[in-house]
């Protein structure tokens, strides 16, 4: 399917280099490698100068979605739920966006998001959704709710391989001496205080969804500095302790400590806190193919006839309407949508080349776009697994200790099987952090297999060695440039993303952009809002 | 004409070398299972040691150097000659040390045959042949001899001679190449005779213990599972080895005895009978695991039922158990009758897929050893049967023993009250496993024990039921978790009660 839209891009719309780029190539590496840049050629056509047909259609509708990723499902599923008919979403160029999902020899697996945790008392909106899906079995909203527990990660969760073993859990351990392990438990211990701390405003300090939390100035000056500038000032020194912070930024936020605001790192480990009866403190839920079920879910509310294939190009408020024109890539035709309400559920940098006079809206990219972190999602099929230590067998999620990677997960984790089955695959999770992304992205537009097949093994090879090759069928690697917004320093009191929030008109937004940090809670979150607002 | 014997020294010893690492390799995988790490672990230890005794070889003074080639040679033939008879003895005799003496044996070995080559170069050396020369000879044969052996051991000698018989054969060799050094030599050793004489009491040990052999295996074998081994084989998935004493047939899967023939009927009795003798309405039955055909066996005898399906992973195993007299005979070739359907899948790969319902489903999984077998006893996985059951329907499950692993026992009953099932748990002694529990699971209250069984049995009547379903106080129950699959306490209990009752 990519394969043809990006042929018929490549035909119809595009002339200049750019073009070739996209889509989905065959790569060669004696490796059947896939290489697939998920909206990349409709973000340069929207760069671009490109001339549009003018609109063919037009078409009323109620409230116009605009975006098919987590933000703008959500929203569709609750206003159909609350009622609406008159709902028309558009996906734009990838139903799930960052929670995307593939298949590689009938085997599904992610090509974003892998997992949720479990929902805090404060997600009442996720905890609605899972209850609906049949995940909440019971008690959905109360401090212990009974899930599904094909759904709760299986035992063992995670593995760290240090120094050429493997240990249980994630903060490094094995080998580390007295010092070490005593900041570790200091961090732990305190991060477990903040879990319940209130501000001044009577709210949690680290709240999910994030716009929750206390306002309270004490403790948002934490928002002033890096991560890694704060963990040195409280004195926290311990490598191993250090490296798994760093490595806990990477892999929910896509940018090192040294990037994320310390009061977003701190985030992470405190906010959460959801329970269930029936497993452990900080269990997660996932599927095979990441958290793709939830939007499939979410999506299913809708009828046929209330979606529209294509993208936005052009949003303009027309005072007693908003005009969308949505262009169908496919057939290059152009409708046009009169919508009483617009909820944009697309990135904010997409919207600023869509929405007219997004900056008289409040928000200037120039001025409040957030730095935005590129990933790389690479699945390998595999057709038998490779040797475990009786001890350490493969864990859901595997991690490389020192690795600037973020390890691997196994899609058949949940299966329940009395053997391993027949072949799996391995999906390898990568955020550039600690570089420019500007520069990682101009490199990723180009990137050969080869480049691309060694950011994606690297953790792989370094577990099993030349053995690791031997297993590989297939591979895909899902490239994404503009991914998500990571929550540098500063980020929380960004006037912008306040600015659109706040928006109560014709024009709404929806998309974890508004938080300044991508997780399904927030993106979900915004959806919700912006429902209920018209509800 | 000494040169030359000395090369072809390097042959034999070359060989030797190669053989006792492969040994090490082969005994270890074939003992401690997981092959690919035992067999690598051990040629890197071996290796290693290597290295450090052609390390130590410097510090042999000049003049002795053939004195301690010759020495190296005979301690290399008695140690390594010896090595895999001692093994198997150690084995069978004393589980816990073994890895340790595994492991010094091949670093002793490696470091003696480490030793080896560096020494007979000099000796070569002193003789005054062109060095370059030396090195290049003794390396073609030292490599030579490597694929001899390499070649020889998997396709003729351990196939024909067994490892113990091998490793003695080229412990022979090693004293050979001693004693024939010694003899050519003898002007240049300073007491000739005392090589002569321990080469020859060593010898006599080695060819001693290559007659013995056989009775020395069987005999540790026997010490291993008891009995003769009639029928061991590696499938896919598992290790199946059949013993044999007189009439009693015991099949051990993994090293963890199934069943022994003398009293495996009290199990399937006890396993079958309670269901099916309180639902004289049985048509259709389910049976998961149980390759061996002998719960099928039971379930046969009533002949209402229509149709059974058995749902077990391993296709060599119920082969092996459709096909094999002495087996055929014990399960009464279940496994081939009309009204039975062997699936060779995994069993809940099976349920997800299938929608067939049963008036009665009969589990016989592998305890909880693992994660991966922990999870067949899981709140969903025992929904999922509970969606193959009949409304009226009764499940069975062997749940691990309630006196031996009264945790593992009673965390199995919770997981069966949370999937939904009304529970009714029986235990039954069977003296080759000690007490065994069982859980019975029904979709509503009301299952009482049968007073009585239509069909004669060689276990079961009134009284014997009765005692079945009474809970004597050291069997009582005991508070515990259900299985959860995010953490699986079962199997963490699994682990903890056995490791209490052994040792
Ligand atoms: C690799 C990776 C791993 C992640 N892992 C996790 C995880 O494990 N757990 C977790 O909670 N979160 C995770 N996240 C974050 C999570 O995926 C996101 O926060 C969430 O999916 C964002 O949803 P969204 O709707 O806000 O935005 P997006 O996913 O960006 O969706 C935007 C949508 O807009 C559409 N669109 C774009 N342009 C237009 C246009 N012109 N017109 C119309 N539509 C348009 C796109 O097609 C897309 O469907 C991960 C993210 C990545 C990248």
Redesign the interface.
């Given at each position: 399917m990519e394969l043809t839209r990006r042929k018929v891009l490549q035909l119809g719309l595009a002339a200049g280099a750019g073009m070739a780029l996209g889509g989905c190539k065959l790569l060669q590496l004696g490796l059947n490698i896939k290489g697939y840049w998920p909206g990349m050629l409709e973000g340069h056509l929207l760069r671009g100068n490109t001339q549009l047909p003018a609109p063919s259609v037009e078409r009323k509708v109620g409230v116009a979605i605009l975006g098919g990723g987590a933000a703008g499902l959500f929203a569709a599923w609750k206003l159909v739920r609350g009622g609406r008919k008159d709902v028309l979403l558009v996906d734009g160029p990838e139903f799930g966006g960052n929670c995307a999902a593939g298949a590689l020899g009938g085997l599904a697996h992610p090509r974003g998001a892998h997992y949720l945790p479990l929902p805090s008392l404060e997600s009442r909106h996720v905890r609605e959704l899972l209850a609906d899906m049949g995940v909440i079995e019971r008690d959905a909203f109360t401090a212990k709710p009974y899930f599904?527990?094909?759904v709760?990660?299986?035992?063992?969760?995670e593995r760290l391989w240090v120094d050429g073993r493997w240990q249980e859990g994630l903060l490094p351990r094995t080998g580390m001496d007295a010092d070490e392990l005593k900041q570790q438990q200091r961090f732990l211990d305190f991060v477990a205080g903040l879990r319940d701390k209130t501000g001044s405003d009577g709210r949690r300090v680290f709240a999910i969804p994030l716009v929750l939390s206390s306002t309270d100035p004490q403790w948002r000056a934490l928002d002033q500095l890096s991560f890694a500038q704060w963990l040195k000032r409280e004195g926290y020194t311990a490598p191993g302790l250090l490296w798994y912070l760093d490595y806990a930024c990477r892999d929910d936020y896509g940018a090192g400590s040294a990037q994320t605001s310390a009061w977003a790192g701190l985030h992470y480990f405190a906010s959460r806190g959801g329970h269930?009866a029936?497993?452990?403190e900080g269990?997660i839920l996932t599927w095979p193919d990441g958290i793709n079920p939830l939007v499939r879910h979410l999506a299913a509310a809708l009828q046929p006839a209330q979606r529209l294939a294509g993208m936005a190009v052009q949003v303009t408020d027309a005072g007693k309407a908003v005009h969308v024109d949505v262009l169908n890539v496919l057939s290059r035709k152009v409708t046009r949508l009169i919508a009483d309400q617009v909820i944009c559920a697309m990135p904010l940098h997409v919207a600023a080349h869509v929405v007219s006079d997004l900056a008289g809206l409040g928000f200037d990219l120039h001025r409040h776009g957030l730095p935005h972190a590129a990933w790389q999602v690479s699945n390998f099929l595999i057709d038998a697994f490779p040797?475990e230590?009786?001890e350490h067998?493969l864990a859901w999620d595997n991690v490389v200790y020192g690795s600037n990677s973020l390890g691997y997960v196994n899609s058949t984790h949940q299966?329940?099987?009395?053997?391993?089955?027949e072949s799996s695959v391995f999906t390898a999770y990568h955020a550039f952090a600690n570089e420019d992304p500007r520069a990682v992205r101009a490199r990723l537009e180009h990137a050969s297999a080869e480049a691309l097949y060694e950011v994606a093994a690297q953790d792989l090879q370094r577990v099993y060695g030349w053995r690791w090759r031997q297993h590989v069928q297939q591979v895909e690697i899902t490239v994404r440039g503009h991914a998500m917004s990571t929550p540098a320093p500063g980020f929380l009191g960004n006037p912008g993303l306040a600015a659109l929030r706040a928006l109560d008109g014709r024009i709404r937004f929806a998309h974890a952009d508004l938080s300044g940090l991508s997780v399904f809670e927030e993106a979900s979150w915004w959806g919700n809002q912006a429902a209920e607002a018209l509800l | 004409m000494r040169d030359r014997l000395l090369i072809l020294s390097v042959f034999i010893v070359a060989s030797c070398g190669l053989a006792y690492e492969l040994i090490a390799g082969a005994l270890a995988s074939y003992l401690l299972g997981d092959s690919v790490l035992q067999f690598s672990s051990i040629i890197g230890t071996y290796l290693f040691a290597m290295g450090l005794g052609s390390h130590c070889s410097k510090y042999v003074k000049e003049e002795r150097a053939l004195a301690t080639f010759i020495d190296v040679e005979l301690l290399v033939g008695l140690i390594g000659g010896l090595s895999a008879l001692f093994l198997f003895l150690v084995f069978a005799w004393a589980n816990a040390p073994f890895r340790t003496v595994l492991y010094a044996l091949v670093v002793i070995c490696g470091a003696l045959v480490g030793m080896e080559i560096p020494l007979v170069m000099r000796v070569l050396n002193q003789r005054k042949t062109a060095f370059a020369d030396i090195v290049s000879r003794v390396l073609t044969f030292d490599y030579m001899g490597a694929l001899a052996v390499s070649l020889l051991f998997p396709l003729v000698l351990a196939p024909k001679l067994g490892l113990a018989r091998t490793a003695l054969l080229f412990g022979i060799c090693n004293v050979g190449v001693a004693l024939w050094t010694a003899r050519v030599f003898r002007r240049e050793l300073v007491n000739p005779v005392h090589f002569y004489l321990r080469g020859g009491i060593v010898l006599m040990l080695l060819g001693g213990s290559f007659v013995a052999a056989d009775r020395l295996t069987a005999w540790s074998e026997k010490a291993i599972y008891g009995d003769e081994i009639i029928h061991a084989e590696t499938t896919h998935y598992q290790r199946l080895v059949l013993t044999k004493w007189q009439d009693d047939l015991r099949l051990y899967i993994n090293g963890n005895l199934q069943f022994s023939s003398r009293d495996e009927y009290r199990y399937h009795e006890a396993l079958v009978h309670p269901v099916l003798e309180k639902q004289p309405w049985t048509r259709k039955v389910l049976i998961l695991g149980g390759g061996d055909g002998l719960a099928l066996r039971e379930v046969l005898r009533y002949p209402q039922i229509e149709s059974v399906t058995l749902v077990d992973l391993d296709p060599a195993m119920t082969t092996l158990f459709s096909t094999s007299a002495p087996l055929v005979a014990l399960n009464k070739g279940a496994l081939k009758d009309k009204r039975a359907h062997v699936v060779n899948e995994d069993a809940g790969q099976w349920l997800e897929k299938d929608n067939g319902v049963f008036d009665a489903i009969i589990i016989d999984f592998p305890d909880p050893s693992n994660f991966a077998l922990g999870k067949l006893y899981s709140v969903p996985m025992f929904r999922l049967v509970n969606r193959h059951l009949a409304q009226n329907g009764l499940m069975v499950v062997q749940s691990t023993s309630p006196m031996h692993a009264p945790r593992s026992y009673w965390s199995i009953n919770k997981t069966l009250e949370e999937a939904g099932f009304v529970t009714t748990p029986y235990h039954a002694y069977v003296p080759s496993f000690g007490e065994w529990g069982f859980i019975i699971g029904a979709k509503q209250a009301g299952y009482t024990p049968p007073t009585a069984y239509r069909l004669p049995m060689k276990f079961l009547d009134t009284e014997s039921t009765r005692q079945m379903f009474f809970f004597p106080p050291d069997m009582h129950k005991v508070d515990v978790e259900a299985n959860r699959l995010n953490n699986q306490s079962l199997v963490h209990y699994f682990e903890q009660d056995w490791s209490r009752v052994l040792r």
């Open positions: 599904d527990e094909r709760l990660v299986h035992a063992p969760e269930a029936n497993a452990e269990a040797q230590p009786v067998p299966l329940i099987r009395q053997y391993k089955p | -």
